[in-house]
């Protein structure tokens, strides 16, 4: 009989894409079926996130839980960017976990299941060239690593320290994966990491010479492919060769994250993030000419130390300027072993003001960019069907779309005419 696998996910796609890795690898040697009910699992993982203290924290309350849930005999583990960066202290605090496996160790989770007290997160293990069997959530997307862990030290960020430096993966293995998914009946691709378009920087074992863009065009040549996206691009390296491509290869989704962190250039230096205020509205604008419906979002952090009203006011001119499309907004959270965490901190009270206050702005933007789909035709690829009997599925500049209809919708690329409009979706009719 299969075993039972209990797997929560928190943090980013790299982590929804480990926990397919991590499934993949336990059923290479054993037989797993997963469950989202606690108490009739085996095995109980935890895929943790420790961008901010919040996650952490919630780690902790949710092991509890675990543990008086699970049956007789049930193992729980702990991986992702938590593991790697509190490693045997998981342990120390939680007894009864029996291993720990960090966010670069992903393919020694079947030894560390049978070995209870490993603890596995050496953040510099080089997995770039090791194959995990297929596995994915999803039967229309397939997500694919391209280079694993940041070479950038934002001042702010813990992910240098959990996912260590940054290393591409192959081309070929990447191609390989690619045509693998499509021949299993992917059409999208969604290609991951830390800091995507610094692709090619540092192979680990050859001095071949690659570009993000180059890439981009290989896969694109690959029969079947019909959608590529990819998260997160960094502004500093958009140069025009990458939006250009970006925004003349039409296999490419026209949604892009552009993470601005803040608006002022004080603001960007003291986080190390290369760019300056300028050169971020510069790119912004540059995409939006060469593509008029992109879907652009980004993401914002307020109140980082030493922030001043006028620092905040530039983070909000780029905001008025850009209307981005979506934002992920952070309060800033101080870090163990980052630079930021030593600087003087920002009360709290005014990370609230302001964090409430950029949320209003963005919701008007919203608002207003939604409303002005309705009437326009947009290409949907139908990937979900919702209990109301609604089929869910996202256009090209990746709105995601509601229409009426039934399965055989499913995995298909249709044109929709858009109907009306809520602030985060958008309901549509089949034309074709
Ligand atoms: N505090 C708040 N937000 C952070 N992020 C990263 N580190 C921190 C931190 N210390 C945000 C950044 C990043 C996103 C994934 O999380 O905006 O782009
Ligand atoms: Fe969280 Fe960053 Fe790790 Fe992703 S890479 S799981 S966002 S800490």
Redesign the pocket.
């Known amino acids: 009989m299969s075993n039972k696998l209990f797997i929560e996910t928190l943090g980013?796609a790299m982590n929804v894409r480990d926990t397919e890795h991590i499934i993949a690898e336990l059923n290479k040697h054993d037989d797993y079926t997963t469950t989202t009910n606690v108490e009739e699992a085996d095995l109980i993982i935890i895929n943790t996130c420790s961008?901010?203290e919040k996650p952490v924290a919630k780690l902790f309350s949710e092991l509890g839980q675990f543990k008086k849930k699970r049956k007789n005999g049930a193992k729980i583990g702990v991986c992702g960017c938590t593991a790697s960066h509190l490693g045997k202290d998981i342990i120390k605090r939680a007894p009864y976990v029996d291993f720990v496996v960090g966010a670069r160790n992903v393919s020694k989770i079947s030894n560390a299941v049978k070995n209870k007290g490993t603890v596995e997160i050496d953040i510099n293990y080089d997995e770039t060239a090791y194959e995990f069997s297929e596995y994915r959530n999803s039967l229309y997307k397939a997500s694919i690593n391209i280079s694993l862990g940041c070479d950038k030290q934002?001042s702010?960020?813990?992910?240098p320290a959990t996912r260590g430096d940054e290393i591409s993966i192959p081309a070929d293995i990447i191609l390989n994966e690619v045509k693998k998914s499509v021949d299993t009946g992917a059409k999208e691709i969604f290609l991951l990491g830390q800091n995507v378009n610094n692709y090619g920087k540092r192979f680990s074992a050859s001095e071949e010479k690659y570009t993000f863009t180059k890439l981009l065009q290989e896969i694109s040549k690959v029969e079947g492919v019909e959608r590529i996206r990819f998260t997160?691009p960094h502004p500093l390296h958009m140069d025009d060769e990458f939006i250009e491509e970006f925004a003349t290869n039409p296999k490419i989704c026209k949604s892009i994250h552009v993470?601005l962190?803040s608006g002022s250039t004080q603001i960007l230096k003291d986080m190390k993030r290369g760019y300056t205020k300028e050169w971020f509205l510069n790119r912004c604008e540059r995409i939006k000419s060469k593509v008029p419906d992109v879907r652009i979002s980004t993401?914002?952090?307020v109140a980082f130390p030493g922030e001043s009203d006028e620092d905040f006011a530039d983070t909000m001119d780029v905001v008025e300027k850009v209307k981005f499309d979506q934002i992920?907004n952070?309060?800033?959270?101080?870090?163990p072993n980052?630079s930021?965490a030593t600087m003087e901190q920002i009360p709290d009270e005014i990370g609230t003001k302001r964090l409430s206050h950029l949320i209003e702005v963005h919701k008007e933007h919203q608002n207003e960019h939604m409303a002005s789909n309705v009437g326009k035709t947009m290409k949907v690829f139908f990937e979900d069907l919702k209990p109301n009997g609604e089929i869910m599925g996202f256009s090209d500049n990746y709105i995601q779309v509601f229409v009426q209809g039934s399965e055989e919708l499913l995995g298909q690329i249709l044109e929709v005419k858009i109907i009306s409009a809520s602030r985060t979706s958008l309901k549509g009719k089949i034309l074709s």
């Not at 702010?156 to 992910?159: L, M």
């Open positions: 980013c961008v901010r934002c702010f960020c813990i992910v997160s993470p962190q993401d914002i952090i992920f952070f309060k800033y959270s101080p870090r980052t930021a």
